[in-house]
């Protein structure tokens, strides 16, 4: 199994890499959005 050890490592951090890149294209596939959306503020509301 030492034979296989180092490409199985390589492997996986290419399929991690790989798999990583698709998510974040699915996610903002324009590439002008961000990943976090920008925060907003709650609206402010009279309690009298």
Do not use: K, Y
């Amino acid at each position: 199994m030492r034979l296989f050890s180092s490409d199985l490592t390589r492997n996986l951090g290419i399929g991690f890499a790989i798999g990583t890149a698709i998510a974040v294209w699915q996610m903002a596939p324009q590439g002008e959005a961000g990943l976090v959306s920008q925060a907003h503020a709650a609206p402010v509301v009279a309690t009298r």
